[in-house]
């Protein structure tokens, strides 16, 4: 496999609005040459953030529009689990029988993805991809109590391997050409860690979860990203093992430069900094910037954030630029002028 350099190219985060596969499939890959990336549509319910992810996993129940996991009944669901799990582990090549593969309906565009991508020249340097995080989903899933499974000591193991083997489902699929493999774990849920609803849970825990989900993937071969689209305890995030961080560098790169140092301690390492600089949150705003202002914007923040520790070209070698979230929520027209915004900041940083 190739190695990667992040360059200042462009990746999306992966959600977008569309109703129909293809057209959002074409928008992709025509403003995403780099790095393409399959685009998960929310407007099907089985493409859902999370409930993309829930297949397969034992004590899943639903029940008047409510998702739940079943703990005290799903004792033989879960032993079943864990038989496969170790199956699968032992032999990688069992995936694709597996319940960690996405069905018909989950990985119905993700397959499309992939056949229309195998259509174009492989001139792409990466390909990406992306799943829900662990702390995410244990934070939003709940027991027939409605109580967080975060906080289900038994189902917190159940779910970071589910999560990993549902990572290398999808990293196994994305290199058959053998080109660079970014996987991101979609974390939005972390812009609450530290408030009074998780408490109780420690940066040692957050750490646990995302190492458990990140290392097998990582050890698969792959580049594994955290998405956050909001503010966090970025200190947290640079002690992991991941390779690329992704933040709303539009909104918040102000609170992500207060950790300069760990930032260039993780890029010393070969860390990479995915810079979230398109905006995504208003569509006036999404109308009104320009990517030279983008541009801009960033190269005088950077400075300011290297002073005389190193260069502005140095941070770009190490970058990747994307919008600042996931496109699901926005009109059609905005998402793919979102797109069209990524690729023309990150072709106008790059002297392209």
Known sequence: ??????????????????????????????????IPVWPQLPKYPAEQMMVQYLEGLPGVRRDAGRVWVDTEGADEEILSFYEDYLAVDGSPSLLDQSRFAMG???GRTFRLFLDRLAERPARWSAVKGQIVGPFTLLSGLTDQGRRALLFDERMRDV?????????????????????PVILFLDEPALAGFGTSAFITVSAEDIKALLTQVAEPIRKAGALVGVHVCANTDWGLIFDCPLDIINL????????FALYRTQCFRFLDRGGIVAWGMVPTADEAVIDAVSAEDLAQRWTDQVKG?????????????????????????????????VAALTRDLSAILRGA
């Open 305 to 337: 954030f290297c002073g005389a520790e190193r260069s502005v070209d140095a941070v770009l070698a190490q970058s990747l630029f994307t919008p600042s979230c996931g496109c699901g929520t926005l009109s059609e027209r905005h998402a793919e002028r």
């Open 1 to 34: 496999m190739e190695l990667f350099q992040a360059a200042g190219q462009a990746t999306l985060v992966g959600s977008m609005p569309h109703a129909d596969p293809e057209r959002a499939v074409s928008v992709v890959l025509d403003t995403m040459p780099h």
């Open 248 to 255: 709303d560098a539009y909104q918040f790169f102000d609170r």
């Open 104 to 106: 018909e309906e989950t």
């Open 159 to 179: 779910v970071v391997k589910h999560l990993a083997m549902k990572g290398l489902w999808q990293v196994r699929r994305l290199a058959r050409w053998a080109k």
